[in-house]
């Protein structure tokens, strides 16, 4: 195996294989202490272990690679655009960092593990035909047990077999070659006036001939280094080639999975990997699932590890890659999802009996044939009358494969009494006349003024002197009171004793209302004085003669929307006679 930068490896579109880098080899970088983001090693200089490969871009596109190798193994690597190794430059993509997490992978592009934020890849390459690349892979101490490469990017996907030029590739026997384990590889070193043919295979301790192999071509079966020697009238050829198999992956039988299941439930794919997997190694074979058989046997549009199930019955596809050689998997597995609907309630979980219905039917009023209801009180019975206020409780099933979904909800029942007004208080006289709304019963209600708005205060604020048309009702619908209100102002108190102060008593804002009369009595019920919207007020006196100081009461009535008189309600219908 080549150490050094000129003796780098041509290599084109099979992926290379090294079987190890034991051997500190030459310092390609004269005695510099960095190169790019390289820097010495143990050995004082930047190489340690280290091979090269070099290779030729046939097509423009995105380029990448991953170099794999074990966790508990710390390589780097630097790729550099040159066509001559002692004019290398400064790498165009380079990676120095330790591996104390266990990575199995360095590169560029994306680690096919499926960590997007992994510090051992570099960013994608833009290549363009006819370029010209030294790949360098070292390994930072003597530790090592070789590694892999597989090219990545769309050129690899557009072009498998063209993507690099192979004209650089002199070797008879070509570039290294992986392949999967069974899979047919035929090693052909067919020369024109061939005298014959000698087989050699190294698989760790020196090449060794292999008996009765002396055909043009070979069929390796196993992992190694091949060399074939050929005679020829001017002396013998020697080729050699490295030849790696990776192990298929077997994938293990998984479990049909009955989950339960909502609109925004995830299952984690990721629980069924040890399944898949069996003995396998999880550092050396990657687990995919799919939506179906042709997806897996392709490697494409793989679900997400978060999987949102679509309900129901769903088979997934399971496909097992080697990590070494994405070419060997397994898509043979599969497994059923089973998605059991968790029950989903529509009824409210806060309701009001109205006081004057007395009942009311809670729960599910279109209930699934296939769930199953239980109450907390025993009754199972999708739906149940209640007549008093607590809490309700139904418990709501969903059985299927020996799995039950359920789902609880609790019903809180009020009981809300009918609305009354018992009173309103009217304070006038002032320049904010004020309305208060005084209820009969406990509750929330709401409060409206003349088809306004309803708001939850009792209190009207400036409110204009008139007829108004006051509204409460119940916010759950359980009924409502209207009362006709007049907002006037009168005096409490008048003194008609000639000080020109409050000689009269009157009702201010009678012009508001339609034909008013005001009926004036004493405590006894008899009549003292009848005014209207024109009359100047009331003097204290009764035919010319001075009433005594007292209480007088009064009625105020007025012709309504209906052309019927009525009396104005909840005024405060006396006031004080002072001499």
């Avoid at 290599?11 to 983001?37: E, L, R, V």
């Amino acid at each position: 195996m080549a150490q050094d930068c000129t003796d780098a490896i041509p290599i084109c579109n099979n992926t290379p294989i090294n079987g190890g880098t034991n051997g500190f080899g030459s310092d390609d970088f004269y005695g510099a202490t960095s190169s790019g983001c390289l820097e010495q090693t143990t050995t004082g200089a930047i190489e340690s272990n280290s091979s090269w490969y070099r290779f030729r871009t046939a097509v423009a596109g995105q380029l990448g690679f991953n170099i794999g190798h074990n966790s508990n193994e710390d390589w780097d690597f630097a790729l550099y655009r040159a066509t001559d190794c002692n004019d290398l430059g400064e790498p165009i993509r380079c990676n120095f960092f330790d591996n104390s997490e266990g990575a199995s992978f360095i590169g560029v592009g994306e680690d096919p593990t499926g960590d997007l934020d992994s510090v051992h890849f570099e960013d994608w390459v833009q290549v363009q035909a006819g370029e010209d690349y030294y790949l360098f892979i070292n390994n930072f101490s003597n530790v090592n047990s070789g590694f892999s490469i597989q090219f990545t990017g769309d050129i690899w996907e557009n072009h498998p077999n063209t993507a690099l030029d192979c004209s650089i590739v002199s070797n008879l026997l070509g570039p290294p070659i992986t392949a999967c384990e069974g899979e047919n590889i035929i090693l052909d070193a067919t020369t024109s006036g061939a005298l014959g043919y000698e087989w050699y295979m190294d698989t760790g301790s020196g090449f060794q001939l292999i008996t009765g192999q002396v055909s043009s071509v070979y069929s390796p079966q196993v992992s190694g280094q091949y060399r074939v020697v050929v005679s020829t009238p001017s002396g013998s050829e020697i080729s050699d080639v490295q030849v790696g198999f990776n192990q298929v992956p077997v994938t293990s039988t998984l479990e049909d999975e009955s989950v339960c299941y909502d609109f925004d439930m995830i299952f984690d794919l990721n629980a069924k990997n040890s399944e898949a997997l069996g003995d396998m190694d999880p550092q050396s074979v990657m687990v995919s699932y799919h939506a179906s058989q042709q997806d897996a046997v392709a490697g494409v549009d793989a679900l997400d590890k978060d999987y949102m199930p679509i309900g129901g019955t769903e088979t997934i596809f399971v496909r097992t890659t080697s990590l070494s050689n994405p070419d060997c998997y397994d898509a043979s597995q599969s497994f059923i999802l089973n998605s059991i609907e968790t029950p989903v309630l529509t009824f409210d979980q806060q309701v009001v009996i109205c006081e004057s219905v007395g009942v009311l039917e809670i729960g599910e009023t279109t209930p699934d044939p296939n769930y199953s209801y239980e109450w907390e009180s025993g009754e199972q019975t999708p739906s149940i009358l209640v007549s008093e206020e607590g809490e309700y409780t139904l418990t709501v099933s969903n059985e299927s494969n020996g799995v039950v979904c359920e789902t609880v909800r609790t019903v809180s029942v009020t009981i809300s009494n009918l609305p009354a007004i018992s009173s309103i208080d009217i304070e006038d006289m002032s320049v904010n006349n004020t309305v208060t709304i005084n209820t009969e019963t406990s509750g929330a209600y709401e409060f409206s003024m003349d088809g306004g708005e309803f708001q939850e205060s009792n209190l009207f604020t400036a409110v204009a002197p008139g007829v108004h048309r006051v509204t409460m009702r119940d916010p759950h619908g359980c009924g409502e009171v209207q009362e006709d209100i007049v907002v006037v102002g009168f005096m409490p108190i008048f003194s008609p004793n000639g000080d020109v102060l409050n000689e009269t008593w009157q009702i201010e804002g009678l012009s508001t209302l339609n034909s008013p009369i005001v009926t004036i009595f004493d405590r006894y019920g008899k009549l003292i004085k009848q005014m209207t919207e024109f009359d100047p007020g009331w003097d204290g006196s009764l035919n010319g003669k001075p009433l005594p100081s007292t209480d007088y009461w009064f009625k105020l009535s007025y012709i309504d929307e209906g052309g019927n008189r009525t009396y104005a309600k909840y005024l405060q219908s006396h006031f004080s006679l002072r001499r």
